[in-house]
């Protein structure tokens, strides 16, 4: 039994001594791999900082909230770049070259996105609640729907990121301003009907004018504007536009009767004056002429005054008498005194001569 005894107590720290080493070796592998985890964290963690800059970007790296760098140098151009991981550093990424679209939220009726993509529009109403339908006042006293969508690109990163708190709205404002402003000094036709491009051009001279005194460091690229009548009043808008379209063909129909009475009566105008003037040709080429005419007998007469009227008297009565078949010339006689004529009337008439009769 003593011996047994013995044996046991020269086997126990043996066994101790294996199990304290078998404990070790595996403390120290569970530490070689925490290492390992630890430093794949780690290297994780800081290589969470990368982050790549598009090239129509900029970006800005806030570190506890404060841009770094100074100068130009806060602004990252396109490319890659590291900063500290959240919630040390924030990267903040800055549309440059982008086209930014803002849409006014005042003066347009009720209606949901689903109904804008569908062209369905939602049931107007007897009359125009103010509580959801937004209205925009015209100068004539008016209520009219309007709505204004803005396309622009950012100028200035550092004042349109850094200056506002939300620079989106503080554009979005701006244009619901610059639409009720100017819709407060058209008439509600010109609005609809006469003067739209004008009108849309105010709206976007009124937005620009408002980004340039705030200092939004933005630059306006378009501005379209969509003007309806009340849903409630569209029958009666349509007559007036109905009435508007026949009195606008009235016009043009009386323009174009205008337009050719004028240009028969100036075609007329041209012809008498083209008769006129032939006549006014002739009459006095005719006139200058027989004043030639006249100019020419002129020494004759004045030579033998007596002799140039018998000469002229005789040739005019050869050609007065020219076609008479009986011819009776009574010359003046010596004395100054009238001859007699006597003629025989109903007198027989010649009996054709006999070709047999000597």
């Known amino acids: 039994m003593s011996h047994d005894h013995e044996h046991h107590d020269h086997d126990a720290p043996e066994t101790q001594d294996a199990g304290s080493q078998a404990l070790a070796e595996a403390l120290r592998s569970s530490f070689a791999i925490v290492k ?12 969470s900082g990368f982050f790549t800059v598009g090239p129509q970007e900029k970006a800005v790296i806030l570190r506890f909230g404060k841009p770094v760098g100074e100068g130009d140098k806060i602004l990252l151009n396109a490319g890659l770049h590291w900063s500290l991981p959240y919630p040390i550093d924030e990267v903040v990424k800055i549309p440059i070259t982008e086209q930014q679209i803002v849409s006014s939220t005042i003066g347009w009726y009720l209606t949901t996105p689903e109904a804008e993509l569908s062209g369905e529009e939602m049931p107007a109403g007897p009359t125009l609640n103010p509580a959801i339908d937004g209205y925009v006042l015209t100068a004539d006293r008016n209520i009219l729907h309007a709505r204004a969508t803005l396309r622009y690109h950012i100028d200035d990163p550092m004042r349109y990121v850094f200056g506002f708190t939300n620079a989106q709205m ?5 244009l619901n301003n610059a639409l009720l402003y100017t819709a407060a ?3 509600v036709d010109d609005i609809l009907l006469n003067r739209v491009d004008e009108f849309r ?3 976007q001279l009124r937005v620009t004018d ?3 005194q705030q200092q939004l460091g933005i630059v306006i690229e378009q501005c379209d504007v969509e003007s309806r009548p009340p849903r409630q009043l569209q029958s009666v ?4 536009t109905d009435a508007r379209v026949n009195r606008d063909k009235a016009l043009i129909g009386a323009h174009s009767y205008e337009n050719q009475i004028t240009n028969s009566a100036g075609a007329q105008a041209v012809s008498i004056i083209n008769r006129a003037e032939a006549d006014r040709t002739n009459y006095v080429a005719s006139i200058t002429a027989e004043a030639k005419r006249f100019t020419d007998l002129l020494p004759g007469y004045e030579t033998n005054r007596n002799l140039f009227a018998q000469m002229t008297l005789v040739q ?3 050609q007065v008498l020219t076609n008479v078949q009986d011819k009776i010339y009574l010359p003046q006689r010596a004395d100054g005194q009238p001859r007699e004529l006597r003629l025989m009337l109903n007198r027989e008439p010649p009996q054709p001569k006999n070709a047999a009769s000597p």
């Not at 503080?170 to 701006?174: R, Y």
């Not at 808008?237 to 007036?240: E, P, S, T, Y």
Request: glycine share 6%; hydrophobic share 65%.
């Open 36 to 47: 390992i985890v630890m430093a794949l964290m780690v290297l994780a963690f800081f290589g």
């Open 170 to 174: 503080t554009v979005q404002n701006a």
């Open 185 to 187: 000094s058209f008439n």
């Open 201 to 203: 051009e105010a709206v």
């Open 210 to 212: 408002l980004a340039e």
């Open 237 to 240: 808008f349509d007559q007036v």
């Open 316 to 318: 005019t009565m050869g």
